[in-house]
């Protein structure tokens, strides 16, 4: 008799033994595919959130831009990438002489009740600077 015929035997054997342990078992597996389903949602949330940041800080870093359109820029990204995924979206803009800084923090909806993270991100990059008479050819 081969090991897997003497197995399955045994388990025919146990009557009603398999239907307690998958009713302890089932609502374990489910609440492991709701937390895979949850991490999948921050990660997209966390790639919408890189992305609000990456175009904010592309439009703030040009030679003529300035703090009011590098937050124009994030609130029309906030409305076409948040979308209902994220949730009260905090912006900050900075644009100093050498340097521009985004960061752009939110909550994220998903399938599991009462657990919100939050997703941030945060760019700095130097100020593109038209070149002076020195540079000019």
Do not use: F, N, Y
């Amino acid at each position: 008799m081969t090991p897997l015929r003497t197995v399955l035997r045994r388990w025919g054997r146990r009557g009603d033994a398999g239907s307690a342990e998958i009713i302890l078992t089932l609502p374990l597996c489910l609440l492991l595919l709701l937390l895979v389903v949850q991490v999948a949602v921050w990660a997209h949330a966390q790639h919408r959130t890189q992305a609000i940041a990456t175009h904010t800080l592309s439009a703030l870093r040009a030679a003529d831009a300035t703090p009011a359109t590098g937050r124009a820029r994030a609130e029309e990204l906030r409305g076409d990438l948040g979308g209902d995924l994220l949730r009260g979206v905090e912006i900050e803009v900075e644009r100093g002489p050498d340097t521009a800084r985004v960061s752009v923090g939110a909550r994220i909806i998903g399938p599991l009740p009462g657990w919100k993270p939050r997703t941030r991100a945060e760019m700095h990059a130097p100020v593109e600077a038209p070149p002076g008479p020195e540079g000019a050819r």
